[in-house]
């Protein structure tokens, strides 16, 4: 099925597809289908062996390693973006990272080794390349699109330090729109409700969580990895040419709601 929207002769560099359920992987699979050119970045050696076959699949000639604590390595992918493409119109951020040990107990208990890496893998990255976008990106009417969870705005149990990171990722949004706004660029963040990906693995509970969303959220399921791709595909294109700051809730409607769903009989009660 054709894209109802183009972005032919566009290029899309995406950082963070792990699997075939990476939200990132489906953006990747929406923006292909508009016409633009799509490369990724991934982490280790091991995700490497599960990202080339995706790439390949869509006909992707870019895959490159890149820890994203390493500014240098941030550096080289850019680099050779550049060498290869010359410029960049979208940046995907789907980067985030906490420690296990972190997301087990309460936030109060969270170590300052623990806060300090959620914090530079999770929020700091998104900084680094942006910076390192924006000169490819100039008089191009660029986009760059960040992954956030309602974590950020509300307690949501166990997610603890990622939700504190989150939130500054969000606030991370806003300022970097206002910086690189006077150059044409845009800067935003889907908020998607819970979708089983590889990094949910490591949150405790989560199958319940998805159980409460789907009774909770007005549209009465779960968000898709498609719902995420194809929002990512509007505000990634002119059609959202006039947006740039906002946090776009992805979620079936359940942010909106004030109160959680009442359980059956039986069930246990489902937090967050």
């Known amino acids: ?25 489906g953006i990747a699979q929406e923006l292909h289908r508009a016409g633009c050119t799509v490369g990724f970045s991934y982490a280790g050696e091991a995700l490497g062996k599960r990202v080339a076959p995706l790439a390949q699949s869509i006909g992707s000639e870019f895959v490159e390693q890149c820890d994203v604590a390493d500014d240098a390595q941030i550096e080289r992918v850019f680099s050779l973006w550049k060498e290869k493409y010359g410029s960049l119109d979208v940046l995907i951020h789907a980067v985030a ?24 893998i999770s929020v700091y990255s998104l900084v680094a390349m942006a910076c390192c976008a924006a000169p490819l990106m100039e008089g191009r009417e660029g986009a760059i699109l960040t992954l956030t969870y309602y974590g950020a705005e509300k307690v949501v149990k166990r997610y603890n330090i990622m939700g504190v990171a989150k939130a500054a990722l969000e606030a991370s949004v806003r300022y970097l729109a206002s910086d690189l706004g006077p150059k044409g660029i845009r800067v935003n963040a889907i908020s998607a409700g819970p979708i089983k990906t590889l990094a949910a693995s490591g949150i405790g509970d989560f199958r319940a969580m998805l159980k409460h969303h789907e009774k909770t959220a007005p549209l009465q399921r779960n968000t898709t990895q498609e719902d995420v791709g ?9 059609l959202a040419g006039a947006v740039t700051g906002e946090v776009l809730h992805v979620d079936c409607g359940y942010s909106i709601m004030s109160t959680p769903a009442i359980d059956e009989p039986g069930e246990p009660t489902a937090q967050g």
């Open 230 to 238: 194809k929002s990512a595909l509007y505000l990634c294109s002119p």
């Open 97 to 120: 990272f906490a420690d296990r040990n972190d997301l087990k107990d309460k936030f109060v208990t969270t170590s300052r080794a623990g806060f300090h890496l959620a914090m530079d």
């Open 1 to 25: 099925m054709d894209s109802i929207v183009s972005l032919k002769g566009k290029s899309a560099l995406i950082f963070g597809v792990a699997n075939e359920r990476s939200i990132a992987w």
